[in-house]
């Protein structure tokens, strides 16, 4: 049997960096907690602004913690709110933008794929 270390992360406390799409806080990665294969990020999107996550080989799901916007996939924009997210598989992308008057907040979690 194995012990496990549990890692409490305040993510209040954690700093957060102002990007080109929104605001960003890693909450999820191998210097906070160790982790080998996934990150995992809060974001805050203002009224107007927009994310488009990477293209990678890699598994990403986005979910909509607070606020209103839309959700572009596939050339089609859908309305999206609390509980909404998407799942992009490796090679896939989407745009989220948070609506007029409203701000999001997005956790987006990133994993590889898993070898065959």
Known sequence: MTATTLTFID????????????????ILNHALCGANNVDGMLRWLASGE????QVMEKH????????????????KA????KGAGVY???SETAT???AEGARLKLFHLVVPRIPK
């Open 60 to 75: 990403q799901l986005i979910y909509l913690m607070e606020g209103k916007g839309r959700i572009e996939l596939d050339s």
């Open 88 to 90: 992009l598989g490796p």
């Open 11 to 26: 993510t209040n406390q954690l700093p957060r960096v102002k990007t080109a799409e929104g605001e960003l806080t890693e």
């Open 50 to 53: 927009r994310f488009t996550p």
């Open 96 to 98: 989220i933008q948070a």
């Open 78 to 81: 859908y309305d999206a709110s």
